[in-house]
């Protein structure tokens, strides 16, 4: 079974200071890699996600993130935030071809933009 | 409607009693999912739908939970005599196709139940 680690619950961060959120994953087979954001009292909504092909994926909102299969990693980043990116976000993973239940969330992110 | 619908978007109930939640998802969405998000927790799979495929129930915590999908379409996830651990918000999600063909899952809002 695939499991997703966020190590880091909460990451208060300034105002247009870059970002890094970390995510790793351990999984035995090749895996689809996402990163969900949800707003306060609001549904999760897709940042990005990794399938195949480039290993740096770009998302909404100025976000990207970058496969590692070395490290087992897709930390997500952003050069320069905004208070409006005050959020949880969270990190899951996929086995293609297997069953809905492999679908696996980490625990979230908290990202608290200060001014 | 452009996104998935959830409803009721709050609901307070007495332990013992029965809810009811209900999920309307993209309109042309093939499968269609129920979560649990406990507050500070990840999400927590309980039930996914694959049009007329028999639905994948291994999340279920226990017996008390059921769900169903009319005419492949709306879901109603149904929690009998619930207890305070029940509470959470529940979130239903719908895709194209399943999680395992990298499609895109779009979620709704949420039923946030609290069980006082």
């Known amino acids: 079974a695939q499991s997703v680690t966020q190590l880091d619950s909460q990451v208060p961060v300034f105002e247009e200071a870059p970002v890094e959120l970390r995510c790793n994953y351990s999984?035995?087979?090749?895996?689809?890699l996402f990163w969900y954001v949800q707003y306060p009292n609001q549904g999760l909504q897709l940042l990005l996600k990794?399938?195949?092909?480039?290993?740096l994926v770009k998302g909404i909102n100025g976000f990207e993130a970058e496969f590692n299969k070395s490290q087992t990693s897709f930390h997500l980043r952003k050069p320069s935030v905004h208070i409006s990116d005050t959020a949880e976000y969270f990190c899951?993973?996929?086995?293609?071809?297997?069953?809905?239940?492999?679908?696996?969330f980490g625990s979230g992110t908290q990202l608290t933009v200060l001014p | 409607g452009a996104g998935v619908s959830q409803s009721p978007s709050n609901k307070v109930t007495e332990k013992g009693k029965d809810v009811e939640l209900r999920c309307d998802p993209i309109s042309g969405h093939t499968a269609l999912y129920w979560y649990r998000q406990s507050l500070g927790q990840g999400l927590e799979f309980l039930i996914y739908?694959?049009?007329?495929?028999?639905?994948?129930k291994s999340g279920l915590p226990s017996d008390r939970f059921s769900a169903e999908r009319t005419g492949g379409s709306v879901s109603t996830l149904t929690i009998q005599r619930t207890q305070q651990e029940d509470s959470a918000v529940y979130l239903c999600?719908?895709?194209?196709?399943?999680?395992?063909?990298?499609?895109?899952?779009?979620f709704g809002e949420g039923s946030w139940l609290t069980v006082v």
């Open positions: 999984s035995s087979v090749s895996v689809y």
């Open positions: 899951a993973v996929s086995v293609p071809g297997g069953s809905a239940r492999q679908l696996t």
């Open positions: 999600a719908s895709s194209a196709q399943g999680s395992n063909s990298g499609n895109t899952i779009y």
């Open positions: 990794y399938l195949s092909g480039s290993t």
């Open positions: 739908f694959q049009g007329n495929s028999a639905p994948d």
